[in-house]
């Protein structure tokens, strides 16, 4: 409602004195501001704030007279009385000291456009010059307690209990005074009951006229208070006048009203402040609310506060202000919402947690339009400033002033059927709609959500084409701030309404005259071009905006006319272009639904007009005409007293509107907030029901309004909207009530599930009270969501070490103010009101119409914590506990399960017992998370039930998550549950989270290479890191990270549990060919992989069918089965000879990948090429290669000559070269000069192509060749050969042949390899013919294998025992440079995940992939 903004300011006061002023004290239009001290009266001026005149009492006067103690102006401010303790008014004139006089002027530059530019531009931006002229002095011979302006007359109390009535030119008019013991009080307005003040030294100790209510509230001298009125409208002898007591109050301090919601707020001395109205029919003071801090909020200070001081409410009467006697401000709105207080937070405590001295103030008065606050305060530190402290040496006083900037809808109430928060400060306006860039699709109903962080898309269909995206409306903390035009503020300051368009692309503002409007999409201002116009038209009732038009009530000053205009916001500002309709009387308030205008008037009528765009000309217009016209004279007693008025769609008869669903938003009723009283005007059906079918709706008489009825009281601010939507009825068709201190209220309409059998006993609305913990500024109807802002504060304690003053800068006093948007959730307490009603059925058909909401899962868990806490906690046996109820209905969503577990994890351990007697048993549930595969959810419960059941019981359920876990592939899961189980098993109660989030880079092991390895083919095998590819050590005893989770309490049962089934889901995977899941588990689990298969070497890691395994690869790896180009059946390089020299060394630097090697045409002859785009050169791979046994059929290898032109960025992705295989390692020595002038034939074109075509993905490559490097640690020959084949490398194949024939490998698997070969040769012959070359090439090798000795090997190539140089070197070396991708490679197939022909895999190999691809595998290859 009201924020605090910034720092305070402090103005000083130009002279110097001894005296420190201690009294301020506004006029009517808060223009001016009278400042006394004991005997000085100042007056300053509020735009620019500056002193403008002063008077100084003479000695001898003053010491006649005594000190000012008040004062108080005249109405149209032409006098100021001021009260002095010796019993004296004095009457002061103000007169100007001239026609042309001003004491400051504004100075512009030489041909500024400024310059006499208005009419009566001094006027507006000079301040004036001002001379005090002492009138009349007046003794009433008693002192004076207080003094109030009447109308025409003043009112002062003395402490000798009499009431004076005094004539502002300082007469008495002969009558005597009003003396107290003579007014009979009582508890009502019935004079029979009355009894006079039973003690003799009664006097009133502070008193406020209250225009509306027609008389006075008073606080007498014992710490009474009351309300006293004169009978009949004028004060003429003292039997016509009549008290009203406040029973049991007898300490109050001070009072202050409200005339707007005709209020009285008394100050306590206990420090609360009781707010009464007067019951309308028996006259009796009612306690309305209390404002009070309380010991939950402000738990050092709430009944330290001492006396309430002062009371002030703001001129619009939407927020009070209140101070105690030992120091602080705190605001509230006008029914008791707290807001801001300065007793705690950064206003109170410094950085450091020291306490900061309490600002204590002695006068204050709200300025302008409530934007300042101008504050006396008795501490010399806050007030004076610059000086000494010596008491002797005159000061500069200070009055301090407070800005603050306050929602458009405490002075434009129209603005409540918006879904934006419009805030309005002295010079900027704060819009939440963002930019209105990114608004700009947000009209369109598909996109009801555009650039979303919260959500992707509306579910709303398109009923919702008037909301705005939830982004624009909560995307961030931050305002759109919008300057307003200092040309329009300069001349028109103060700005008194603002009005933003519904898509939040347009503002709209009035000052003092005419208004200004602003559009977010091109950052412009639109000002009246004639001023004249501007400052002939006074807007009196606000304004509104209807699509692209600003409708206002204004008065014309010159026609002295009362006016209803509309402006085209896309013309120029100008008169021409507006369409103007007279009205007969001054508008106080106006609204629009749809295409009506609603007008209050100040005869107590609404008048409503149609709206309707007339297209005819280049600038279209808008017609008005009159609809219908409703006098509430009846029912309103002053028309000030009316906060609101809009037409709603609202009507208790929802049968009607359920047969003839598009009626719904029809203008149905009338809602007027009287001073706080919701009063509903329903239309009359009850007569005859004929309406023309195919006329609109003014072209027929419309029916006439019922009698008003009562739906609320203390009500701030109404929300309802026009829109429909018909999956969310319950909440577009509500009415939404902010209450204050009560918090707000929902009138819910409730609809039957069968339309055709509405429930008689069902009534068809229900009020619903809820509290939310922010001020609400704005309904989101569809989002379930309330908007607000929020005070937060930025201290600044570093300023006081720059500050050279001995006293504390303000700065430091005082921390920095900004105001935060803030939104809140409340379908919660719907829900719950709901249930609490025995309503179930309407609470499950609001919650499925929400359930797409993105924080649906949220509301249900606010709803089980809530109630739980309640309920549990209560010291009182619950009679009908609610949350049985409460947990029934949330089975009712698929959500249940999460919803339970995350409350319990946020509630403490005593309360779940309770909580899981309502929901159900612990085990139970997990099952049911098992049954459902929701394993995060399955393993929070397992923290629920490792507290509250047996260890064994826990562990049998974390075995079976664990395995679950495994199957599907949630490594982090995983990784969690091994933790778990050893706790377990240790005693501790480590416990995993329930959505494991990070990865664990200790617990990587032999296939770490997918996720975070860096592999550097440069690196010589000597710097490789040991223990990943000595076989020796592998099979003894892993070393390195994941080596010691496994060397680290080996002999204890709960590793060797936790092993036992790592082996067992290993062996799964391996038998079910699932070698990339395998590898994943490796790597992701620690998994030592080449010690476990050197151990399963002749058991799991046997290979029983070649093609299915080949096959099986061919899919989990997304790899291409390869085929043969069409040439090759007829190409004549097929069978050419071996070609010596410089071709035979080029092969042994080439990796051997290629499945159909060619010769050249013998006109090139020194240009040796390669199919083997692939191929990656190093010395280490010519080592290998030496040691591997060529085939003498093996073609020589050409190369592209691409390369020689800059292409490294090759085809494809899988085709880059890397560093180390520059011409700088001398790989390449032999290419010469000729290399650069080959060009490229057809068929050598295809036979590249199809390489490409027949090579996987990136990512697939770079795992299969470590798996390979894997199992050739680990001695599995036969899978070495597989992907041996599947990569398509005849040197693979030469090397495994080498190991065959050591002595250790075993006899059958030797003979499993050939058998293998044997079958994937058959069945590439019937199925596959694209293997047919690569098998013919490394066919001799196969066919040589018999006729080796077992001599010609060296023994030390398989040993277990030493590790040999040639496999350090050739092995680990050759198989990783294989991999010599370039990391700029893009993968082929990166998102891809394989299909599984098994159906009990597809789920978990599909969440696999998904881990796989996205968990972070960077393949850096520098």
């Not at 103030?361 to 606050?373: C, P």
């Not at 895999?1401 to 290859?1421: K, M, N, P, T």
């Amino acid at each position: 409602m009201y924020f605090l903004s910034g720092w305070p300011k402090k103005l000083l006061c130009p002279l110097k004195s001894l005296e420190k002023p201690f009294h301020i004290q506004s006029d009517s239009q808060r223009i001016y501001f009278s400042v006394l001290s004991q005997t000085q009266l100042s007056i300053w001026y509020s735009r620019p704030s500056v002193l403008i005149a002063s008077y100084k009492e003479s000695a001898k006067a003053a010491a006649q007279f005594g000190a000012y103690i008040q004062s108080e102006w005249r109405p149209d401010s032409s006098m100021i009385v001021i009260a002095s303790t010796n019993g004296y008014i004095l009457f002061f004139d103000i007169v100007p000291a001239g026609d042309d006089k001003y004491l400051y002027e504004p100075v512009y530059p030489r041909g500024s456009p400024h310059i006499k530019l208005l009419p009566h531009y001094k006027e507006e931006q000079c301040a004036p010059a001002l001379n005090l002229e002492t009138k009349k002095v007046l003794d009433l011979q008693a002192s004076i307690t207080s003094i109030q302006s009447m109308m025409e007359h003043l009112l002062v109390a003395t402490e000798d209990g009499l009431l004076h009535l005094v004539h502002w030119e300082g007469m008495t008019n002969g009558r005597k005074a009003i003396n107290l013991s003579t007014i009979p009080f009582s508890v009502d307005f019935q004079p029979s009951r009355g009894s006079f003040l039973d003690f003799g030294d009664v006097f009133i100790r502070d008193m406020e006229y209250c225009v509306t209510l027609d008389g006075f509230a008073v606080v007498f001298n014992d710490g009474r208070v009351g309300f006293i009125t004169p009978l009949s409208s004028h004060l003429t002898s003292d039997q016509q006048i009549h008290g009203v007591w406040a029973p049991d109050v007898t300490d109050g301090t001070c009072v202050a009203v409200n005339s707007k919601y005709r209020l009285m707020a008394f100050g306590c001395a206990s420090g609360s402040v009781l707010v009464y109205t007067i019951d309308n029919t028996t006259g009796a003071m009612q306690l309305s609310h209390k404002l009070e801090l309380t010991p939950k909020q402000y738990p050092d200070i709430w009944n330290k506060t001492g006396a309430v001081k002062l009371i002030r409410w703001s001129p619009d009467c939407s927020v009070v202000m209140v101070t105690w006697e030992y120091g602080g401000l705190s605001l509230w709105s006008v029914f008791g919402a707290h807001l801001i207080c300065t007793l705690g937070g950064d206003f109170a405590y410094r950085a450091d947690g020291t306490k900061k001295e309490t600002l204590k103030i002695s006068s204050m008065s709200w300025g302008t339009e409530g934007y300042h606050l101008w504050a006396i305060a008795t501490d010399s530190s806050h007030a004076g400033g610059h000086g000494t402290n010596d008491k002797a040496v005159p000061q500069q006083a200070g009055i301090l002033q407070f800005q603050f900037i306050k929602s458009a809808l405490t002075v434009n109430p129209c603005m409540s059927n918006q879904e934006q928060v419009l805030l309005q400060g002295e010079d900027r306006l704060y819009l939440n709609c963002g930019d209105a860039t990114q608004t700009q699709t947000s009209r369109s109903p598909s996109s009801h959500t555009e650039h979303k962080p919260l959500r992707e898309r509306s579910p709303f269909p398109g009923g919702a084409a008037d909301s705005q995206g939830l982004s624009t409306l909560l995307g961030h903390r931050h305002w759109h701030v919008v300057q307003i035009h200092s040309t329009y503020l300069e001349s028109n300051w103060p700005i008194r309404y603002s009005a933003i368009d519904k898509g939040g692309q347009n503002v709209a503002v009035v000052g003092k005259f005419g208004f200004a409007h602003y559009s977010l999409l091109t950052k412009k201002w639109k000002l009246f071009g004639n001023i004249t116009q501007e400052q002939n038209m006074m807007v009196t009732g606000g304004l509104a905006w209807w699509n692209n038009f600003i409708v206002l009530a204004c008065y014309n000053i010159s026609d002295h006319q009362e006016e209803l205009r509309v402006y085209l916001r896309t013309s120029n500002l100008d008169n021409a272009f507006a369409h103007v309709t007279k009205v007969q009387q001054e508008t106080l308030l106006l609204s629009m639904f749809r295409d009506i205008v609603i007008l209050f008037r100040a005869d107590c009528s609404i008048c409503l007009y149609s709206i309707e765009r007339l297209k005819e000309g280049p600038n279209p217009t808008a017609c008005l005409q009159v609809l219908q016209e409703v006098s509430m004279s009846r029912y309103i007693p002053h028309p000030s007293l009316v906060v609101s008025v809009t037409l709603t769609s609202v009507r208790t008869e929802t049968g009607i509107s359920l047969k003839v669903p598009q009626q719904a938003c029809d203008a149905e009723s009338i809602m007027l907030n009287l001073a706080g009283q919701l009063i509903m005007l329903q239309r009359d059906r009850s007569g005859p029901q004929i309406r023309e079918k195919d006329t609109r709706s003014h072209q027929h008489k419309l029916l006439p309004f019922c009698a008003p009825v009562v739906l609320a009281q203390s009500v701030e601010n109404v929300w309802s909207t026009c829109r429909a939507n018909k999956q969310k009825r319950h909440l577009l068709e509500a009415l939404w009530l902010s209450c204050g201190g009560a918090g707000m209220k929902v009138w819910l309409p409730l609809f039957p599930r069968d339309y055709r059998k509405p429930h008689s006993f069902l009534s068809k609305r229900i009020m619903l009270p809820f509290h939310i913990n922010i001020y609400p500024l704005a309904v989101l109807f569809e989002d379930a969501l309330v908007l607000g802002a929020i005070n937060e504060t930025v201290a600044y304690d570093c300023l006081n070490i720059l500050s050279t003053s001995p006293s504390e800068p303000l700065e430091v006093q005082f921390p920095f103010c900004i105001v935060e948007r803030t939104s809140q959730i409340y379908l919660h307490h719907i829900l719950r009101q709901l249930l609490v009603r025995n309503l179930g059925e309407q609470a499950l058909l609001l919650a499925h119409s929400c359930a797409a909401l993105p924080y649906f899962p949220h509301v249900l868990e606010l709803m089980l914590h809530e109630v739980l806490e309640e309920e549990a906690t209560s010291r009182e046996p619950i009679p009908d506990p609610l949350l049985p109820n409460v947990a029934k209905f949330i089975t009712e969503f698929p959500l249940f399960l999460q919803t339970v577990v995350h409350c319990a994890r946020k509630t403490e351990y005593a309360l779940w017992n309770y909580l899981f007697a309502a929901v159900g048993n612990p085990k139970d549930l997990f099952e049911e998370c098992l049954m459902a595969q929701d394993l995060d959810t399955a393993a929070s419960y397992l923290i629920i039930l490792q507290n509250m059941e047996a260890a064994a019981v826990s562990r049998q359920h974390a075995t079976l998550l664990f395995n679950t876990a495994l199957e599907q592939g949630k490594w982090d899961l995983c990784r969690h549950m091994i933790r778990f189980l050893k706790a377990i098993g240790s005693g501790e109660s480590e416990t995993p989270p329930s959505t494991p989030t990070t990865q664990e880079p200790s617990t990587t092991g032999g296939f770490e290479f997918f996720r975070h390895r860096s592999i550097s083919l440069s690196q010589s095998p000597e710097n490789l890191p040991t223990g990943k590819f000595n076989l020796q050590k592998t099979m003894s005893m892993p070393t390195g990270p994941a080596g010691k989770r496994w060397s680290k309490d080996s002999d204890c049962a709960e590793n060797m549990y936790i092993d036992m089934m790592l082996w067992r889901h290993a062996r799964r995977l391996l038998e079910e060919i699932r070698l990339k899941d395998l590898g994943c588990f490796s790597a992701q689990l620690g998994f030592e992989l080449i010690g476990w298969l050197c151990k399963e070497r002749t058991r799991a890691a046997r290979v029983e069918d070649f093609v299915t395994a080949l096959k099986k690869l061919h899919e989990d790896f997304l790899w291409p089965f390869p085929v043969l180009p069409a040439s090759s059946f007829c190409s004549p390089f097929k069978n050419t000879r071996f070609r010596a020299g410089a071709g035979e060394q080029f092969l042994k630097s080439q990796s051997a990948d290629n499945f159909l090697n060619m010769d050249m045409e013998a006109g090139i002859p020194s240009a040796p090429r390669s199919h083997s785009w692939l191929g990656s050169m190093s010395t280490a791979q010519r080592d290998m290669d030496c040691n591997s046994t060529h085939s003498p059929h093996t073609q020589d290898a050409f190369l592209s000559p691409l390369l020689n032109k800059g292409d490294e960025c090759s085809i494809g992705s899988a085709t880059d070269l890397t560093e180390t295989s520059s011409m700088l390692d001398g790989d390449w020595t032999m290419v010469d000069e000729n290399f650069s002038t080959l060009s490229l034939t057809q068929s050598e074109l295809e036979h590249i192509s199809m390489e490409l075509a027949n090579k996987g993905p990136h990512k697939s490559q770079v795992q299969l060749r470590y798996l390979l490097h894997v199992f050739m640690e680990a001695g599995c020959l036969e899978w070495c050969v597989i992907i041996g084949l599947i990569l398509r490398e005849s040197s693979v194949i030469s090397q495994v042949l080498n190991f065959m024939q050591c002595p250790e490998v075993a006899e059958e698997m030797l003979q499993g390899i050939l058998t293998g070969l044997q079958s994937v040769d058959a069945w590439s012959t019937t199925d596959c013919p694209g293997y047919k070359p690569f098998l013919n090439i490394i066919k001799p090798q196969l066919q040589k294998l018999p006729e080796v000795t077992v001599e010609q090997v060296q023994p030390e190539a398989f040993q277990p025992t030493a590790s040999s140089k040639v496999v350090e070197q050739s092995s680990p070396r050759a198989e990783e440079s294989r991999s010599s991708i370039s990391h700029s490679a893009s993968p082929q197939s990166d998102t891809s995940s394989c299909s599984v022909s098994r159906h009990e895999e597809d789920l978990s190999r599909q969440e696999q992939e998904e881990a796989f691809h996205d968990g972070g595998y960077d393949c850096i290859v520098s």
